[in-house]
């Protein structure tokens, strides 16, 4: 479970794909299966820049806003938004078994929500094995 606010999740993800390792050529699909959380790559150097992240996305998307859609909560509809701006879905390329990002990037995990619960991440990778 994540508490509100983006997460560096890059690490936990690759650790969980031990078969990337195997792949020459590729690509890997990363999939969020949820609707108020979201995926980015952004960088992963300095930590302020999490937190300028969720100031930003709070700042585009108020949760003072008049929503129609609030039986589940305050943050709920703020985070469908967030989730459908943001996205749920990364395609990063594999070379020589490795993500190929660059430098300082990462793979970040949002939660929108105060309480979001437990968030499921599934991993599709395709390409050339070595």
Wanted: proline fraction near 5%; glycine fraction near 10%.
């Amino acid at each position: 479970m994540f508490e509100k606010g983006c997460h560096l999740v890059h690490n936990e993800i690759v650790n969980q794909i031990p078969e990337l390792r195997s792949f020459k050529v590729g690509m890997a699909n990363v999939f969020l299966q949820h609707t108020s959380a979201s995926l980015m790559i952004n960088e992963n150097a300095d930590p302020d820049v999490q937190k300028d992240m969720e100031m930003g996305l709070n700042k585009i998307v108020p949760e003072s806003f008049p929503y129609i859609h609030t039986a589940e909560g305050p943050d709920d509809m703020p985070g469908h938004l967030k989730s459908g701006i943001v996205g749920v879905s990364l395609n990063v390329p594999i070379t020589n078994g490795r993500l190929n990002l660059g430098t300082w990037q990462g793979i970040y995990l949002c939660e929108h929500r105060e309480h979001g619960g437990s968030r499921r991440v599934v991993v599709t990778l395709q390409g050339e094995k070595k």
